[in-house]
């Protein structure tokens, strides 16, 4: 069965803090996707993956960087945290080429005070 | 440009069929898909179809494809209780490269008694 790791399913993190989001999938996938969700916005891609060490900004990429030293971890880190961070993340996984079907962890709601 | 859109609220009587649209934008798209993310819960694929049918059934689920008009439904029949969920329609344009989707704001199913 495809599974998608998301180490933390609720973080509360000050304003200015260095956050680090983890994400480990067990299906050997190419691609490594980090997204965060907002009421009414739907999922905005922040940046993916698709090979080790290989990194892509999506669409909303400022106040994060990601890592991915590993082929089955890919981490998003918010550098300095703040309050406009506080949001859903979602991590997801997909394998190259094929029907595009990416699989979602479940999820790391993320406070910033 | 590329862009998902979908109504964010449906209400349904339970026993009644559901029915939630989207449009799409992109032509290119291979597959479109339909994802459903339940209340603290990361998103899980419901089905999906690639763009050369009009028309795809799974059980309760029934899915419809007007490529000439870029508009895809998802009817669910017999609406349970738990189908109370967020549903999220997706397309993978050929220009996302690495397999990207772009999702819709998702639309609130309330299945009400």
């Known amino acids: 069965d495809v599974k998608v790791t998301q180490s933390s399913r609720y973080l509360v993190k000050r304003t200015g803090e260095k956050v680090f989001l983890e994400c480990v999938q067990d299906m050997d996938h190419e691609n490594m996707f980090w997204y965060r969700q907002d009421p009414g916005l739907g999922l905005r891609l922040i940046y993916f993956?698709?090979?080790?060490?290989?990194?892509e900004k999506g669409d909303i990429p400022e106040g994060y960087s990601v890592s991915r030293e590993k082929k089955e971890r890919f981490s998003l880190i918010l550098e300095s945290a703040s309050t406009n961070q506080t949001s859903m993340y979602l991590c997801?996984?997909?394998?190259?080429?094929?029907?595009?079907?990416?699989?979602f962890g479940a999820g790391t709601r993320l406070s910033v005070l | 440009g590329e862009d998902v859109e979908q109504s964010l609220f449906l209400s349904v009587r339970e026993g009644d069929s559901s029915v939630i649209n989207c449009t799409y934008t992109d032509s290119s798209s291979t597959y479109l898909y339909w994802y459903k993310q339940e209340p603290g819960a990361g998103l899980q694929l419901l089905t999906y179809?690639?763009?050369?049918?009009d028309m795809k059934q799974d059980q309760r689920l029934t899915v419809l494809l007007n490529k000439k008009d870029k508009h895809l439904s998802l009817r669910i029949a017999d609406t349970q209780t738990g189908d109370s969920a967020i549903y999220f329609c997706?397309?993978?344009?050929?220009?996302?490269?690495?397999?990207?989707?772009?999702f819709g704001a998702g639309t609130r199913l309330a299945v009400h008694p």
């Open positions: 997801a996984s997909s394998r190259r080429g094929g029907s595009d079907i990416q699989y």
């Open positions: 997706a397309e993978s344009p050929l220009s996302g490269g690495y397999n990207k989707l772009i």
């Open positions: 993956s698709y090979d080790v060490k290989m990194k």
């Open positions: 179809i690639f763009s050369n049918m």
